[in-house]
């Protein structure tokens, strides 16, 4: 099927064009402006000579020009490649030269540490700042999107042209690029707005009314799971800069924007309400608070500072949107089900359990959670292999996550498969022992993982602490009694305070092969 490259955006604009369509510290822009400059920048790509397919990669924290580059990369054809602003620079050295990315517009941030390695980003042929300080290897985006022109494109592509470039976290490896193709973008915004409007039976849909704002990564969950579903409805889009995270800081600009909705990755959420308890009177209108990774514990406490406005999300990069969520709704009068995450999210997409040979398990089964939409129907780029091992027969979607539904079909997330300890009492799910640490009220984030102690395995936690509390002796105690009420096998033997953990996504997700080699060569379980 043939299809207008960016149409969605273009309508919206018919209908909100004078409406704040984007606002970061600098400035604001209407729908009308923001497709002005997006048309602007595609165009003045285009006649740098970038033509449809080839690849650009865009390296930023949260600013304007992120939105801008997102509707006119789409606009003209043009294929964003996500460059996430908290990956090492290593890893963009890799993508850049797995992807053949030839043109990286960034921030001007990382002017220093992109000019230490631009010279091994063998197929760039051009660099394009963003912000004042141009170097002089790079050309100004300004100056870029003086070059462009006002008018629509109008582009015609296939549904199944490449729209962008997504690199999976690199929890499980280095990351993979995954293809997002226009078909799938397209049914990524209108199941994002199907669970948004979904979320509450006392919420109204999602509109002009509403405030979303962003202060996690844009390129990452925060925009892939929000941006385009409340802009295409009018929405006003705020952007805080996520060079640095500031709980209180992001808590004030909630409260000044009247934030209606926003993106909370779990590691992320205890400062934030501690810093929402201590300013009770400075409160945002929140009606919508998308959540990921975070505990039964966590999402309590935010039900008790902020209300029923929750929704806790379980996805992949390759799955595009929440494929479960569970609710504030769901949990009313069933508190064990804080424990799941929910059931599928939307009636876009299929969630089911599978054995390993790709049969249907019944209710309380355990085994491989697999994913079927238009979403996940993709592939990764130049990894054939990669690509038929990620999927089941009849179009399938691997996440090698395990788990089970219950029988009122909630899902039970326990793992992702590679990272499940087999001991002889059992298996281990380090994941579920995270969340029981996790609801300590003095541990920050943890990381399970299991390390040689002689011809057996030892289980060990590395917890950081939140700032104020003491890793002592009385503590470690106090955590190791927390886990008794795990299955004798499954009860960490050692407690290691760190000052820091192996992650990525700015915090969000632990590097647990990264912390056990750490943790091996510091000689724990030696």
């Given at each position: 099927?043939?299809?207008?490259?960016?149409?969605?955006?273009?309508?919206?604009?018919?209908?909100?064009?004078q409406r704040?369509?984007?606002?970061?510290?600098?400035?604001?822009?209407?729908?009308?402006?923001?497709?002005?400059?997006?048309?602007?920048?595609?165009?003045?790509?285009?006649?740098?000579?970038?033509?449809?397919?080839?690849?650009?990669g865009?390296?930023?924290?949260?600013?304007?020009?992120?939105?801008?580059?997102?509707?006119?990369?789409?606009?003209?054809?043009?294929?964003?490649?996500?460059?996430?602003?908290?990956?090492?620079?290593?890893?963009?050295?890799?993508?850049?030269?797995?992807?053949?990315?030839?043109?990286?517009?960034?921030?001007?941030?990382?002017?220093?540490?992109?000019?230490?390695?631009?010279?091994?980003?063998l197929?760039?042929?051009?660099?394009?700042?963003?912000?004042?300080?141009?170097?002089?290897?790079?050309?100004?985006?300004?100056?870029?999107?003086?070059?462009?022109?006002?008018?629509?494109?109008?582009?015609?592509?296939d549904?199944?042209?490449?729209?962008?470039?997504?690199?999976?976290?690199?929890?499980?490896?280095?990351?993979?690029?995954?293809?997002?193709?226009?078909?799938?973008?397209?049914?990524?915004?209108?199941?994002?707005?199907?669970?948004?409007?979904?979320?509450?039976?006392?919420?109204?849909?999602?509109?002009?009314?509403?405030?979303?704002?962003?202060?996690?990564?844009?390129?990452?969950?925060?925009?892939?799971?929000?941006?385009?579903?409340?802009?295409?409805?009018?929405?006003?889009?705020?952007?805080?800069?996520d060079?640095?995270?500031?709980?209180?800081?992001?808590?004030?600009?909630?409260?000044?924007?009247?934030?209606?909705?926003?993106?909370?990755?779990?590691?992320?959420?205890?400062?934030?309400?501690?810093?929402?308890?201590?300013?009770?009177?400075?409160?945002?209108?929140?009606?919508?608070?998308?959540?990921?990774?975070?505990?039964?514990?966590?999402?309590e406490?935010?039900?008790?500072?902020?209300?029923?406005?929750?929704?806790?999300?379980?996805?992949?990069?390759?799955?595009?949107?929440?494929?479960?969520?569970?609710?504030a709704?769901?949990?009313?009068?069933?508190?064990r089900?804080?424990?799941?995450?929910?059931?599928?999210?939307?009636?876009?997409?299929?969630?089911?359990?599978?054995?390993?040979?790709?049969?249907?398990?019944?209710?309380?089964?355990?085994?491989?959670?697999?994913?079927?939409?238009?979403?996940s129907?993709?592939?990764y780029?130049?990894?054939?292999e990669?690509?038929?091992?990620?999927?089941?027969?009849r179009?399938?979607?691997?996440?090698?996550?395990?788990g089970?539904?219950?029988?009122?079909?909630?899902?039970?997330?326990?793992?992702?498969?590679?990272?499940?300890?087999?001991?002889?009492?059992?298996?281990?799910?380090?994941?579920?022992?995270?969340?029981?640490?996790?609801?300590?009220?003095?541990?920050?984030?943890?990381?399970?993982?299991?390390?040689?102690?002689?011809?057996?395995?030892?289980?060990?936690?590395?917890?950081?602490?939140?700032?104020?509390?003491?890793?002592?002796?009385?503590?470690?105690?106090?955590?190791?009694?927390?886990?008794?009420?795990?299955?004798?096998?499954?009860?960490?033997?050692?407690i290691?305070?760190?000052?820091?953990?192996?992650?990525v996504?700015?915090?969000?997700?632990?590097?647990?092969?990264?912390?056990?080699?750490?943790?091996?060569a510091?000689?724990?379980?030696?």
């Amino acid at each position: 099927m043939r299809t207008t490259a960016g149409i969605p955006f273009t309508q919206a604009v018919t209908r909100h064009g004078q409406r704040v369509a984007v606002s970061d510290s600098t400035r604001s822009l209407t729908f009308r402006e923001l497709k002005g400059r997006a048309n602007r920048i595609g165009s003045g790509l285009s006649a740098m000579g970038i033509v449809p397919g080839d690849r650009v990669g865009v390296l930023s924290f949260n600013r304007n020009e992120v939105v801008e580059l997102w509707l006119g990369l789409e606009r003209f054809g043009h294929v964003r490649v996500v460059l996430h602003s908290h990956f090492d620079m290593g890893l963009h050295v890799d993508t850049v030269n797995q992807l053949g990315i030839g043109t990286i517009v960034f921030d001007v941030r990382f002017v220093d540490a992109l000019d230490a390695v631009r010279q091994r980003m063998l197929p760039v042929q051009r660099f394009i700042a963003i912000g004042d300080g141009c170097p002089s290897w790079a050309i100004p985006y300004e100056e870029a999107l003086r070059d462009g022109k006002l008018d629509d494109p109008s582009l015609d592509v296939d549904e199944n042209d490449i729209c962008l470039l997504q690199c999976t976290s690199g929890t499980t490896g280095a990351p993979k690029p995954w293809v997002m193709t226009h078909r799938a973008s397209r049914a990524l915004v209108a199941h994002n707005i199907e669970q948004m409007d979904t979320m509450s039976s006392h919420m109204p849909a999602i509109g002009p009314g509403d405030v979303n704002l962003h202060f996690h990564a844009l390129q990452w969950a925060s925009g892939a799971l929000t941006l385009m579903a409340f802009m295409l409805r009018g929405a006003k889009t705020v952007l805080m800069d996520d060079e640095k995270f500031d709980p209180q800081a992001l808590v004030d600009t909630l409260a000044r924007e009247k934030t209606t909705a926003t993106f909370i990755p779990g590691p992320m959420l205890p400062p934030i309400l501690d810093a929402l308890e201590a300013t009770p009177g400075t409160r945002a209108p929140l009606r919508r608070v998308t959540i990921y990774f975070a505990t039964p514990e966590l999402l309590e406490r935010t039900g008790r500072v902020l209300g029923p406005v929750w929704c806790h999300g379980y996805g992949s990069t390759e799955q595009g949107g929440p494929t479960a969520r569970l609710t504030a709704e769901d949990v009313a009068g069933n508190p064990r089900r804080l424990e799941s995450v929910g059931r599928p999210a939307t009636v876009l997409n299929e969630l089911l359990v599978m054995d390993e040979h790709g049969t249907h398990l019944a209710a309380n089964a355990v085994g491989e959670i697999v994913a079927r939409s238009a979403m996940s129907s993709n592939k990764y780029w130049n990894l054939p292999e990669e690509t038929t091992k990620a999927f089941f027969d009849r179009d399938w979607f691997r996440p090698r996550d395990i788990g089970y539904f219950d029988d009122d079909g909630f899902l039970y997330y326990l793992d992702r498969a590679k990272d499940r300890i087999e001991t002889p009492g059992g298996v281990v799910y380090p994941h579920v022992v995270e969340a029981v640490l996790l609801g300590h009220a003095a541990v920050a984030n943890c990381g399970v993982v299991s390390v040689p102690a002689g011809e057996t395995q030892q289980i060990v936690a590395a917890v950081k602490l939140r700032d104020g509390s003491k890793g002592d002796g009385a503590l470690e105690k106090d955590l190791l009694s927390r886990a008794h009420s795990l299955p004798e096998h499954q009860r960490p033997t050692l407690i290691r305070f760190v000052e820091h953990l192996p992650t990525v996504l700015g915090g969000a997700k632990v590097q647990r092969d990264v912390l056990q080699k750490s943790l091996t060569a510091g000689g724990v379980g030696a």
